[in-house]
T-cell receptor, first 112, second 111 residues
Framework: DVKVTQSSRYLVKRTGEKVFLECVQD?????MFWYRQDPGLGLRLIYF???????EKGDIPEGYSVSREKKERFSLILESASTNQTSMYLCASSPTVTYGYTFGSGTRLTVV | GEDVEQSLFLSVREGDSSVINCTYTDSSSTYLYWYKQEPGAGLQLLTYIFSNMDMKQDQRLTVLLNKKDKHLSLRIADTQTGDSAIYFCAEKDTGRRALTFGSGTRLQVQP
């Protein structure tokens, strides 16, 4: 089975900190995605990557950046964490743009 | 832009059928998906349908697509307590490389 692993299940960070969320997939998928999930808003796309070192902004990229130095790893960076970035963050990967995604279990981030 | 809408909550009794509805706005949608999220977990792909189909059945799951009305539904036959979860509708259109998700429908199954 394809596995998408997010390094932390829960994180608590202080306002202004730089935060790294890590995601690793083990099936050589080209595409990787970061979404945030908030009650009543569903999943909103932050950034995605369709190849190593390639990235594309999603619908809500402000306050975030990403890094994809290796095919299996896609990192989400909060440059200066703010309380409105408290959320569940979900990483996903897929082999093609139309194939269904495989999701990680999520990282629940609280910014205090 | 793209928009995918779902009702937020559905409650059914165990053994009944559940029907979860979704509407989307983008007429260039190519694939439509249903995902399930159990408590504390990521999303799991349940099924998908290509936009030139109008129905797809997979065991207890039936997906119906009305392309004219841009309406997608997921029917779960003989709903069980293990089906309690949040169900997300998602669509892929030709103009985007990523899926657009709805807000999710929380299905509660009463014993």
């Amino acid at each position: 089975d394809v596995k998408v692993t997010q390094s932390s299940r829960y994180l608590v960070k202080r306002t202004g900190e730089k935060v790294f969320l890590e995601c690793v997939q083990d099936m050589d998928h080209e595409n990787m995605f970061w979404y945030r999930q908030d009650p009543g808003l569903g999943l909103r796309l932050i950034y995605f990557s369709y190849d190593v070192k390639m990235k594309e902004k999603g619908d809500i990229p402000e306050g975030y950046s990403v890094s994809r130095e290796k095919k299996e790893r896609f990192s989400l960076i909060l440059e200066s964490a703010s309380t409105n970035q408290t959320s569940m963050y979900l990483c996903a990967s897929s082999p093609t743009v139309t194939y269904g995604y495989t999701f990680g279990s999520g990282t629940r981030l609280t910014v205090v | 832009g793209e928009d995918v809408e779902q009702s937020l909550f559905l409650s059914v009794r165990e053994g009944d059928s559940s029907v979860i509805n979704c509407t989307y706005t983008d007429s260039s949608s190519t694939y439509l998906y249903w995902y399930k999220q159990e408590p504390g977990a990521g999303l799991q792909l349940l099924t998908y349908i290509f936009s030139n189909m109008d129905m797809k059945q997979d065991q207890r799951l039936t997906v119906l697509l009305n392309k004219k009305d841009k309406h997608l539904s997921l029917r779960i036959a003989d709903t069980q307590t293990g089906d309690s979860a949040i169900y997300f509708c998602a669509e892929k259109d030709t103009g985007r490389r990523a899926l657009t998700f709805g807000s999710g429908t929380r299905l509660q199954v009463q014993p």
